[in-house]
């Protein structure tokens, strides 16, 4: 047969033709706002695709664009345009995220336009999983993968897990006697808390004396929020033999019309000793010590150039000062600015644990700055006190895993011994499940608890690590308070990950997280489609 006599039948994709691109961009926009329930809030992965813009492209290109119908007009194509429009719209706003009656009528018009089962969706390089979970939401088989093993385990706790344990009950003793409905993905969620709850408690009998309450107006114990710090190094002035303060900022809050609270030095010379005082009304008299990496001795005035700060650092003569205690003033006072103390200051002098990590931070590694002063290993990017924390959680990490597990036997799952990654579905599996993502909650409080943290002076809160896609030198810390209920405890990380497992789809087919590569030469099945 001649290439001539080949009748090739094309129906043209919405995509192709027309997309609605004012709606997608505005719920894309709105997209950067929504916090609670959002995946982006899960974990941090700096080129996540926009949700909308992901279920946008993967519906455009499998509905028909009504001009591949010779039997329309052009006014009954363009009526039809505006109805698949209209859809496609619906199904972008967040808060019809999982609305079944606008999720029905998207799936209905894929059926129509595939006349048969729908095109898996693969995306070998998923990254944040925004294409894979959006195919999934619109009852498509979906399939990701990446080479970076944190997008690995992002895919698989938004696209692979919640749909294994769709519509389970949760097993934790005290959620069963509970009678809610748990439908979706709402009985894994339920456990990720109860669990997550179950080490906050482990981890207080362990280190909790590690953080002392404060001790405020007429003896008042109050909780503390952060304890903010600052590097110190040797002066470079002879005249100097004590330790000077790297400062950015003397300011501790700053509200329109309230009084502004700072920390002021006091500068014993006689003693070679530089203290702090809390300050309240009027604002700091002297300018912060550092500027452009370059430093100003405040007790003599002398420049000090960041060469040689960084030799200092480089060799180990660089420490921190406590400069105030920051406490919950509960009874809505707010914040309490609190002078620092020798118990505070003695509960943070610890030993780094043995058990930390002592993998080194790559030299060359793009926006890492701190390996320059002296940060080699990734653990000493932390206070030996987050330190202890870190490693508390971690530890407590498997003893869940053995408690989830037999909550799980005793709700009647099998106990087959059967991992998740090798596609159980039993007690083993379940439990592998409620770790996965309770190890995502260690990496929310790794971004809070970190060496590296400042403090945000106008929303009065610790600031996380990666407020940019840097690893920057910092020369004030802020460290938080992981069993306060402030910005970056520990409970609060899992609250964040528990509403995003509650807000997945939990249906559909496929997996994610695969960081395995197609063999060369290899193929994919002809109805995938590749993004």
């Given at each position: 047969?001649?290439?001539?006599?080949?009748?090739?039948?094309?129906?043209?994709?919405?995509?192709?033709?027309?997309?609605?691109?004012?709606?997608?961009?505005?719920?894309?926009?709105?997209?950067?706002?929504?916090?609670h329930g959002h995946p982006s809030t899960m974990h941090v992965w700096?080129?996540?695709?926009?949700?909308?813009?992901?279920?946008?492209?993967?519906?455009?290109?499998?509905?028909?664009?009504?001009?591949?119908?010779?039997?329309?007009?052009?006014?009954?194509?363009?009526?039809?345009?505006?109805?698949?429009?209209?859809?496609?719209?619906?199904?972008?706003?967040?808060?019809?995220?999982?609305?079944?009656?606008?999720?029905?009528?998207?799936?209905?018009?894929?059926?129509?336009?595939?006349?048969?089962?729908?095109?898996?969706?693969?995306?070998?390089f998923g990254g944040g999983g925004s294409t894979a979970l959006e195919?999934?939401?619109?009852?498509?088989?979906?399939?990701?993968?990446?080479?970076?093993?944190?997008?690995?385990?992002?895919?698989?706790?938004?696209?692979?897990?919640?749909?294994?344990?769709?519509?389970?009950?949760?097993?934790?003793?005290?959620?069963?006697?509970?009678?809610?409905?748990?439908?979706?993905?709402?009985?894994?969620?339920?456990?990720?808390?109860?669990?997550?709850?179950?080490?906050?408690?482990?981890?207080?009998?362990?280190?909790?004396?590690?953080?002392?309450?404060?001790?405020?107006?007429?003896?008042?114990?109050?909780?503390?929020?952060?304890?903010?710090?600052?590097?110190?190094?040797?002066?470079?002035d002879p005249a100097w033999s004590g330790q000077v303060p790297l400062?950015?900022?003397?300011?501790?809050?700053?509200?329109?019309?309230?009084?502004?609270?700072?920390?002021?030095?006091?500068?014993?010379?006689?003693?070679?000793?530089?203290?702090?005082?809390?300050?309240?009304?009027?604002?700091?008299?002297?300018?912060?010590?550092?500027?452009?990496?370059?430093?100003?001795?405040?007790?003599?005035?002398?420049?000090?150039?960041?060469?040689?700060?960084?030799?200092?650092?480089?060799?180990?003569?660089?420490?921190?000062?406590?400069?105030?205690?920051?406490?919950?003033?509960?009874?809505?006072?707010?914040?309490?600015?609190?002078?620092?103390?020798?118990?505070?200051?003695?509960?943070?002098?610890?030993?780094?644990?043995?058990?930390?990590?002592?993998?080194?931070?790559?030299?060359?590694?793009?926006?890492?700055?701190?390996?320059?002063?002296?940060?080699?290993?990734?653990?000493?990017?932390?206070?030996?006190?987050?330190?202890?924390?870190?490693?508390?959680?971690?530890?407590?990490?498997?003893?869940?895993?053995?408690?989830?597990?037999?909550?799980?036997?005793?709700?009647?799952?099998?106990?087959?011994?059967?991992?998740?990654?090798?596609?159980?579905?039993?007690?083993?599996?379940?439990?592998?499940?409620?770790?996965?993502?309770?190890?995502?909650?260690?990496?929310?409080?790794?971004?809070?608890?970190?060496?590296?943290?400042?403090?945000?002076?106008?929303?009065?809160?610790?600031?996380?690590?990666?407020?940019?896609?840097?690893?920057?030198?910092?020369?004030?810390?802020?460290?938080?308070?992981?069993?306060?209920?402030?910005?970056?405890?520990?409970?609060?990380?899992?609250?964040?990950?528990?509403?995003?497992?509650?807000?997945?789809?939990?249906?559909?087919?496929?997996?994610?997280?695969?960081?395995?590569?197609?063999?060369?030469?290899?193929?994919?099945?002809?109805?995938?489609?590749?993004?």
């Open positions: 047969m001649r290439r001539s006599e080949l009748t090739v039948s094309h129906r043209p994709k919405l995509i192709e033709v027309a997309l609605p691109l004012e709606a997608i961009d505005k719920a894309c926009v709105r997209e950067k706002s929504i916090r700096w080129s996540r695709k926009p949700l909308a813009a992901a279920k946008a492209v993967i519906w455009a290109s499998l509905v028909d664009d009504p001009s591949g119908d010779d039997s329309l007009t052009l006014d009954q194509q363009q009526r039809q345009r505006k109805r698949l429009f209209r859809i496609l719209e619906e199904s972008l706003v967040w808060e019809n995220s999982n609305d079944p009656n606008i999720l029905r009528r998207a799936r209905k018009e894929i059926d129509r336009s595939c006349k048969g089962p729908p095109p898996a969706i693969l995306d070998p195919a999934q939401r619109l009852g498509l088989t979906a399939l990701a993968g990446d080479l970076n093993p944190v997008a690995v385990l992002i895919q698989k706790a938004l696209v692979e897990i919640p749909p294994r344990f769709s519509g389970c009950s949760p097993v934790n003793p005290i959620l069963q006697r509970q009678n809610y409905g748990w439908s979706g993905a709402r009985g894994l969620a339920a456990d990720i808390g109860a669990y997550g709850q179950w080490m906050r408690g482990e981890a207080w009998k362990r280190i909790g004396h590690l953080y002392p309450d404060a001790i405020g107006e007429e003896g008042a114990e109050l909780t503390p929020i952060a304890w903010l710090w600052v590097r110190t190094i040797p002066s470079p400062i950015s900022s003397w300011e501790l809050k700053r509200r329109p019309e309230k009084p502004r609270i700072w920390f002021e030095p006091v500068i014993d010379r006689e003693r070679q000793e530089i203290s702090y005082r809390i300050r309240e009304g009027g604002q700091p008299e002297l300018a912060p010590t550092m500027k452009r990496g370059n430093g100003t001795c405040i007790a003599t005035g002398s420049a000090i150039p960041n060469d040689y700060i960084v030799e200092q650092f480089n060799a180990g003569n660089a420490g921190e000062q406590l400069v105030a205690i920051v406490a919950d003033g509960g009874r809505g006072r707010g914040r309490v600015y609190l002078a620092a103390s020798d118990l505070h200051v003695s509960r943070a002098d610890l030993e780094r644990p043995i058990r930390a990590p002592t993998l080194e931070i790559p030299a060359a590694g793009m926006g890492f700055r701190a390996p320059r002063y002296g940060f080699k290993r990734w653990s000493a990017l932390f206070t030996p006190r987050q330190l202890t924390a870190m490693v508390t959680y971690s530890d407590l990490v498997p003893e869940v895993w053995v408690k989830a597990k037999q909550d799980a036997v005793a709700s009647g799952y099998a106990d087959d011994g059967k991992r998740l990654r090798h596609g159980g579905s039993g007690a083993s599996a379940y439990a592998d499940a409620v770790v996965t993502y309770l190890a995502l909650a260690i990496d929310r409080l790794a971004d809070y608890c970190n060496g590296l943290c400042t403090w945000n002076v106008p929303r009065e809160q610790v600031a996380h690590l990666f407020t940019r896609h840097a690893i920057p030198i910092t020369w004030d810390i802020a460290e938080v308070n992981p069993f306060s209920s402030s910005s970056g405890n520990w409970l609060g990380a899992i609250e964040w990950i528990k509403k995003v497992v509650e807000k997945l789809p939990a249906s559909g087919g496929g997996g994610g997280g695969k960081n395995t590569p197609p063999p060369p030469g290899g193929r994919f099945k002809k109805y995938a489609m590749i993004f």
